[in-house]
């Protein structure tokens, strides 16, 4: 610990999340022995120890996706950015989970090292030298529950319907409502417009689409209602940070079987 150059913590827990100690005294003390201007790199759920130590005070970092509203609850000083698969603080580095753990490491030795070493590394660890994209890709974001009230029925119907062109007047039209008291129960129900939703849903088709078919890109596009491929990529982009095409590469089952 008094002369690595490097401290890698590694992701645990310490019992129950409403009573974890995420600094033990045996770690504390640890910590205390590094050396000054020694680089420390969380993985995963250890960004917990370098918060509750009081690195990560007033620096970016990040965590694992399921754990940031938490994180960040528990340690507001930390500006934790939930996007990302690590930060460089350059002596602090933060990593999302345990495989951007190893996007890290290989960005460590990117760093000390250079692309040659560090591609050489992923080759012979069977890893993508570089991932495209953040941890938005992985995040599940559940649909709302249907009530039988409000703007419920509404979304219900929008739904079965998304590749089909769908205005503002036909959505309040069919919720029997005014355009501008739809527009004012929907945005009270679901925290944003009806056409941001309708967009969201799209989108959350597409990707499903993109997962699970070989329909074209431009289809795909058509089928979720966001008309050309040109459309997809920039919603795909801002939604989740990656192409249509990267996206299929990461989620969609291929046949692994050797040749």
């Not at 504390?28 to 918060?51: E, K, N, Q």
Request: hydrophobic content about 45%; aromatic content about 6%.
């Amino acid at each position: 610990m008094e002369s690595a150059d490097t401290l890698v913590i590694p992701p645990f827990t310490c019992g129950p999340a409403e009573e974890r100690n995420w600094l033990p005294e045996e770690l504390s003390s640890a910590l205390a022995r590094v050396r000054p201007g020694a680089r420390i790199v969380s993985i995963c759920s250890a960004s917990y120890v370098l918060a509750a130590a009081g690195l990560l005070d007033e620096r970016p970092a990040t965590t694992h996706w399921n754990e940031a509203d938490h994180f960040q609850r528990m340690f507001p000083r930390v500006k934790v950015d939930a996007a990302v698969l690590f930060v460089d603080d350059g002596r602090v580095l933060t990593a999302a989970g345990v495989a951007a753990g190893v996007d890290l490491c290989l960005h460590i030795l990117r760093r000390d090292h250079g692309s040659e070493v560090a591609n050489r590394v992923a080759r012979l660890c069977v890893v993508p030298p570089w991932r495209e994209g953040g941890q938005a890709q992985f995040i599940e974001r559940p649909l709302p529950e249907l009530s039988a009230s409000g703007t419920s029925a509404t979304r219900a119907w929008a739904l079965e319907r998304l590749g089909e062109p769908i205005m503002l007047p036909e959505l309040a039209e069919h919720a029997r409502m005014s355009v501008r008291t739809f527009s004012r129960r929907f945005r009270e129900e679901v925290g944003m417009t009806p056409l941001q939703w309708l967009t969201q849903q799209r989108v959350r088709h597409a990707r499903r689409l993109l997962e699970t078919t070989d329909l074209s890109v431009d289809r795909v596009a058509a089928e979720a209602g966001l008309g050309s491929g040109a459309s997809l990529r920039q919603h795909l982009a801002a939604a989740v940070g990656v192409s249509p095409t990267a996206y299929r590469h990461t989620f969609r089952a291929k046949d692994h079987r050797a040749v």
